[in-house]
């Protein structure tokens, strides 16, 4: 078994902050590349971050830069997404993933393929 399981989604005002988990039970190849995406109704699915986890290497999308935070636990296989001055377009769906490669050229997926089953983030002016 190696579905994420996201937790930590909630309402919360413009300007707030949130932190989403993910525990991720697969082996460490199944982990190689782990990720946050999100998606709003209507819209297409989008990569907000990701990390390489053996490495340390992190990306983030344009939109969120230096406000969200993408970091890791691997003693506990917990993925972290911290989310800081939010805003009302960050409504939206967020999802954990994992997989056992890393392309940061394909922003709605970074080519992983272990999907877990959301978490819903909502954001009031």
């Known amino acids: 078994q190696v579905q994420p399981v996201e937790s930590g989604g909630g309402s919360v005002q413009a300007g707030g902050s949130l932190r989403l988990s993910c525990a991720a039970p697969g082996d460490t190849r199944s982990r190689y590349c782990m990720g946050w995406f999100r998606q709003a109704p209507g819209q297409e699915r989008e990569g907000v971050a990701g990390?390489?986890?053996?490495?340390?290497?992190?990306y983030y999308a344009d939109s969120v830069k230096g406000r969200f935070t993408i970091s890791q636990d691997n003693a506990k296989r917990t993925l972290y997404l911290q989310m800081n001055n939010l805003k009302p377009e960050d409504t939206a769906m967020y999802y954990c993933?994992?997989?056992?490669?890393?392309?940061?050229?394909?922003?709605?997926?970074?080519?992983?393929?272990?999907w877990g089953k959301g978490t819903l983030v909502t954001i009031s002016s």
């Open positions: 993933a994992a997989g056992e490669t890393c392309d940061f050229r394909l922003p709605t997926s970074y080519g992983m393929n272990y």
């Open positions: 990390i390489v986890t053996g490495s340390g290497y992190t």
